[in-house]
């Protein structure tokens, strides 16, 4: 009801600056403005927004109740919902604006003038993302398929558009970005075109363990993996570091598995490995110092 009465008080307002452009407005004004409406129309418009909203009341009742009842249909109830509501708010605006106003020449200027500044508003945008997307489809920053990270999403290209591009992130979420978000932003991409693609995985281990014996065995298992992909190779990385204010081995290992998809099973099945190694040869992780009260 509400979105409702603020469209038959937009079309009514909406025609004042045209009426009163002077700065000081006379009684000629007021009484050309009040030619312009239909008085006998204004009753009959507040009954009309009445009406939609109690149908769209209705509507709503009957759309929960199906709901409720058969739930594999909501999604498809809901989009038929979201069309026929949009329907009767331009149904009602504009059978209010017909029965509100005289319709001649300076109403259909009025018309005009306001269309062509909001579509141009509406387009800027529009018009912003389509230029990013010609952008995004010749210089390729990344394809379809790529797993990328941007602005902290993390996730596979499923479509690039003229307007937007879409991720589906690892937790199944489809993202849709702006094209001209990519225009400014940095965007990784982890594979660029390549089925295969590098992970890291780091694993720590104490200063006094044996770090040749744990860099042996971080490499024989990620090798021996069924999601390895062997042509390209498998290396580890060994670095002193500091954590929380105590020193450890952190030893990184980086290895491509053979398809983007398999990438968290890939990560877990190294770790797996790795800890069931570590514990069978007796190597602890970093000892953490309990600080005394």
């Not at 398999?262 to 970093?286: C, H, S, W």
């Amino acid at each position: 009801m509400k979105r409702l009465l603020f469209l038959f008080s937009v079309l009514l307002l909406s025609f004042s600056p045209a009426v009163f452009a002077d700065d000081m407005p006379n009684i000629e004004s007021f009484q050309q403005f009040a030619s312009l409406i239909r008085w006998s129309g204004v009753l009959f418009s507040v009954l009309t927004v009445s009406a939609a909203w109690l149908f769209l009341r209705f509507i709503q009742s009957v759309v929960d109740g199906i709901s409720s009842q058969f739930a594999q249909r909501r999604m498809l109830l809901q989009k038929l919902q979201s069309f026929f509501q949009f329907f009767i708010y331009m149904s009602t605006g504009i059978a209010v604006f017909m029965m509100s106003f005289r319709v001649d020449d300076r109403i259909l200027a009025l018309i005009g003038g306001t269309i062509a500044v909001s579509v141009g508003f509406a387009l800027k945008d529009l018009a912003a993302s389509f230029i990013a997307g010609l952008t995004v489809m010749i210089d390729r920053p990344f394809q379809v398929g790529d797993r990328v990270t941007f602005e902290g999403n993390y996730g596979d290209i499923i479509t690039i558009g003229l307007r937007s591009v879409r991720m589906r992130t690892l937790t199944d979420d489809i993202i849709t970005i702006p094209n001209n978000k990519f225009l400014s932003e940095v965007t990784v991409s982890g594979n660029y075109g390549a089925l295969d693609m590098q992970v890291v995985i780091p694993f720590y281990i104490s200063m006094d363990q044996d770090i040749r014996l744990a860099r042996d065995l971080i490499q024989e298992a990620a090798s021996s993996s069924r999601y390895i992909h062997l042509p390209k190779p498998v290396t580890v990385l060994v670095k002193q570091t500091i954590t929380d204010n105590y020193l450890a081995i952190m030893l990184t290992c980086k290895a491509y598995v053979v398809d983007t998809k398999y990438e968290k099973l890939f990560e877990t099945d190294i770790t797996l490995r790795v800890m069931e190694e570590f514990a069978r040869n007796g190597i602890k992780p970093p000892t953490i110092a309990l600080k005394s009260a």
